[in-house]
């Protein structure tokens, strides 16, 4: 027996599913380029290394200064208040990626064919479980009077700042609370019970948002803490345990195989 049997002996269930699922359905790039790449910092803003959505019909993808964290958080579908664990470097590590999708491939592929890039360029592997761990719940005040119904035909979307300046266009509390969720760096649940989409402007004190990139954050904002803005706006943060699920990345490679 090897060392490595160990290893093999606990993963082999979940691998051997990986693998099957690939060899029967999953779809492959028909060409991709990655490569290790640098920081990306435009007009002093320093990327975060996230992967934007990508369209169904996505005929190719370039992808900029990414992280792997950002790439299996994409390639799973990992939404919050649900997160990928594992060792830091996946989130300061960053890679350019150009790759070709199959012309005979069908909407909405990409996500798994981003999958079997990770598992044939970085060796990645991974697994999923239940945790309890500390975050928060958002509750309403007050019923959220204080904020502002969304016109369900007007464009959707956000935009933030460096100075804690964040709006956010037709969102609803559960979104609100995903990207709350990224700002605080823990899971935020919505607790709220208030349906509906709703236009939010945000405006925090950067420091008292640990999810906000210390490097481009500005400390010279005269917004208040978090909690005090979710107030003006009905909403409050509640310490909770909550349960959540992770993807853990039980192994990968910090330099991927050449192209």
């Known amino acids: 027996m090897t060392r490595h049997e160990p290893w093999a002996l606990v993963v082999l269930p979940f691998t051997f599913g990986l693998a099957f699922s690939q060899t029967a359905v999953a779809p492959s790039f028909e060409v991709a380029s990655v490569k290790p790449a640098k920081e990306l ?95 928060y719940a958002l509750v309403a005040v007050n019923s959220a009077s204080a904020l502002t119904p969304a016109d369900p035909k007007a464009p959707k979307g956000s935009t933030s700042s460096a100075s804690g300046h964040f709006v956010y266009s037709g969102i609803t509390l559960t979104g609100f609370a995903a990207a709350l969720g990224r700002l605080m760096a823990q899971p935020v649940l919505d607790a709220s019970g208030v349906d509906g989409t709703f236009n939010i402007t945000l405006d925090a004190a950067p420091d008292s948002l640990p999810g906000l990139n210390a490097r481009t954050k500005d ?37 991927p195989v050449p192209n």
Not at 120 to 125: I, N, Q
Not at 232 to 243: D, F, I, K, M
């Open 41 to 135: 910092v435009v007009n002093g803003w320093t990327s975060n290394g996230g992967v934007p959505p990508i369209p169904p019909d996505q005929k190719s993808i370039h992808l900029v200064s990414v992280t792997l964290m950002s790439l299996i958080s994409r390639a799973y579908d990992v939404q919050p208040p649900d997160s990928v664990s594992g060792p830091p470097w996946l989130s300061t590590e960053r890679y350019e990626i150009d790759a070709k999708v199959p012309d005979a491939a069908k909407p909405g592929q990409v996500p798994a064919m981003l999958q079997t890039l990770l598992v044939e360029r970085f060796h990645v592997r991974v697994h999923r479980e239940s945790r309890g761990v500390r975050g």
């Open 219 to 255: 400390t010279d904002s005269d917004y208040p803490s978090v909690f005090s803005a979710l107030k003006q706006l009905g909403l409050a943060l509640e310490p909770r345990n909550v349960t959540v699920n992770i993807l853990v990345v039980d192994s990968a490679d910090r330099i």
